[in-house]
């Protein structure tokens, strides 16, 4: 079993930086940044990650594919894969409503967008010339000038079908949860899934993304906590603790 953690830029990137370092030498597999408009650029907090680290790997936890082409995402994970000498991990999910209505971005068909963007990306981080007609996703023949290298893809989902996608056609899945149950369903889905497309369930890298909260009075790290989860059960707005990730499968990256 391995464990990764994931930072909330809400904090000053050196901060994060800094206990992205003490992770590493803890021995943690992975670092997780997130991405929401409102906080610091994910992007820019792991080029700093990655040039104050040697060894972990560093992943969007998750970005996604609204406010970002696919093309776009791309280039910025391939640049991270270049300055962290192949640490990057891309963590996609399609987002939530609440937050694209905000920004005035229509959030229309999250799965097909995540499915098609997956795919797109698939083409980039490949060195192909990706042309796309699909639903939501369309690209007339562009492609990446630079070798990103061959970046795993991981999914942030919850739900059943995003799941099954996840089981089709993810390295990984980051499912956001904290109670064993959440998970047997999961898997379950994710099995599904990979069944489908022909895969077998030692290529997909499944985490539990499980909220945890330390301080010296209990209650306080409980009453920290209980924030989070009220979000994570209504929607993933805004995480303001770090997310503890462990592999609940042997991990392949
Ligand atoms: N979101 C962020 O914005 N930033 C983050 O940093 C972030 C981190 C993160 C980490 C782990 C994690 O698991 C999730 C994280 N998220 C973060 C949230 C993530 O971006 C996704 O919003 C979330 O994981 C997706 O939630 P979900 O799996 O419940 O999927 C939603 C979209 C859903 O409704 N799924 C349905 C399902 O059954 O799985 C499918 C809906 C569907 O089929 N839609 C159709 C389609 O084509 O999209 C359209 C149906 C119609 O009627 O039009």
Redesign the pocket.
Known sequence: MSFGIEFVPGDPVLKIAHYAKLAEQQGFDNVWV???YNNRDVYTTLAVLAMNTNSIKLGT??T?PYTRNAAITASSIGSINEISGGRAIL?L????KA?FDAMGIPWD?????TKESIEALRGFLGGEKVEMDGDMIKFGGAKMAFKTGDVPIYM????????ELAGQVADGV???ASHPRDFEVAMDKIKAGADKAGRSMDEIDVAA?ACFSIDKDAAKAKNAAKVVVAFTLQV?LTWSLNVMELTLQPRKT
Do not use: E, F, R, S
């Open positions: 997130t991405d929401h936890g998750v996604n963590g999910g399609p987002g939530d937050t068909k999250p799965l097909t967008t942030g989902a919850q739900g059943p079908k995003m799941l980051l499912i956001n993304y993933p």
